[in-house]
């Protein structure tokens, strides 16, 4: 196997225009908060606004990791309680029907540590995931037009982009049917109207890792969650069907994950900078450092969401300095999430912490 690469800032290579480019990124994820806020009379976030499950469960790490894998968090054996919240992609609230990438946020509790600036007051690491392996475009200067398409389309009535959405998923079936696979077409609204529970999670963007460098997935292991990988969930007449699955599974059965790392072993085939390119499994496996277990529970009520919806921010920059974000991406989202958190704490009237 291949060692490791140590970590190094100067790894990060960021554009001499970046500034600008995050600048008119805020502008634009403000754009969304303001007519998401004029349309529900209540402040969302501007990415990942709508919650299918808001769980509580803790993060077991094993005391008998290699080296290169006890690392910050990892370091040493031990359990953390952690807060978890399943959602899908847009900044607007939408019916099920409306098939969209998928995302978890994970809020890591009493992690010790030096922490990265602005997280002094907390004792959290939060890692945001979704369920692809890269993303959709290589840094923050490509994901402008994305973004500001987004923006335009926020206000767009649910009946059009549930057309639009069954559209796409037929694309995309044509696609998958001669072994393909397209990101555009599930980012717009093609995605498979499956389980969030079978979905396989990843961070896409690398972060520090202690000594090294990696990527992190959130992979199903207990049986009940391996079943529902690729099941078919009937959004007909049904606009919270996924919150309604969660509920469904968690009522009466727990579920397990394990929590694994991909170490930066080649910076010419795992890039820091492009966020686009997968890192080659071939060449540095996913290896497990935790495991995450959840008991039975109620995944979503208001009340769990006037807690963690309203009341909490998930941000890779709440955290320890042994897992530092890294990339253009990663960069652009630390002001970006905070602006988010500000105005919505702003408008509601509620605290939001991390």
């Known amino acids: 196997m291949a060692m490791p690469v140590r970590y190094d800032p100067r790894l990060e290579s960021p554009a001499p225009d970046e500034a600008e480019t995050l600048a008119r990124l ?4 403000r754009q969304i908060s303001e007519t998401t806020f004029k349309d529900y009379g209540h402040a969302v976030r501007s ?4 919650s299918h499950g808001l769980l509580r469960g803790e993060l077991r790490v094993s005391g008998s990791l290699p080296p290169e894998l006890a690392q910050g ?12 919240r399943f959602s899908t992609n847009p900044g607007d609230v939408l019916d099920d029907s409306i098939t969209v990438p998928r995302g978890v946020a994970i809020k890591v509790l009493e992690v010790e540590g030096d922490r990265l600036p602005g997280s002094e007051a907390e004792r959290s690491q939060d890692f945001v995931m979704v369920n692809a392996p890269a993303f959709a475009v290589p840094d923050p200067k490509a994901f402008i037009g994305g973004l500001k398409l987004l923006a335009k389309t926020t206000d767009t009535p649910q009946g059009l982009k549930k057309v639009a959405s069954a559209v796409l998923r037929g694309a995309e079936k044509v696609v ?3 072994g393909g696979e397209s990101a555009a077409l599930k980012a717009m609204g093609g995605h498979p109207s499956t389980h969030i ?23 199903p292991v207990s049986p009940a969650l391996i079943a529902l990988k690729d099941q078919a969930v009937d ?6 069907a996924l919150r309604e699955a969660m509920n469904a599974h968690f009522a009466s059965r727990g579920g397990e994950w394990e929590l694994r790392a991909q170490l930066l072993t080649n910076t010419k085939t795992m890039p820091v900078e492009d966020a686009s390119i997968p890192w080659p499994e071939e060449e540095s496996p996913y290896r497990t450092v935790a495991r995450l277990v959840v008991a039975p529970q109620t995944a979503w009520d208001e009340a769990r969401a006037l807690e963690i919806d309203d009341g909490m921010s998930f941000s890779p920059w709440h955290g320890i300095e042994a897992h530092r974000p890294l990339g253009g991406i990663m960069r ?16 509601n009237g509620c605290p939001v912490r991390g």
Do not use: C, I, M
């Not at 805020?26 to 994820?29: G, I, R, S, V």
């Not at 630390?334 to 919505?344: H, K, L």
């Open 26 to 29: 805020n502008t634009a994820l």
């Open 47 to 50: 990415v990942h606004a709508k």
């Open 73 to 84: 968090l990892f370091s040493k054996a031990g359990t953390h309680p952690v807060v978890l």
């Open 176 to 178: 998958e049917a001669v």
């Open 197 to 219: 529970l079978g979905e396989t999670f990843w961070t896409q963007v690398p972060l520090r890792f202690g000594d090294h460098v990696a990527k992190l997935s959130l992979v």
């Open 235 to 240: 959004t007909h007449g049904r606009p919270d």
């Open 332 to 347: 652009a989202r630390r002001e970006t999430y905070a602006a988010s958190a500000r105005f919505r704490a702003s408008r």
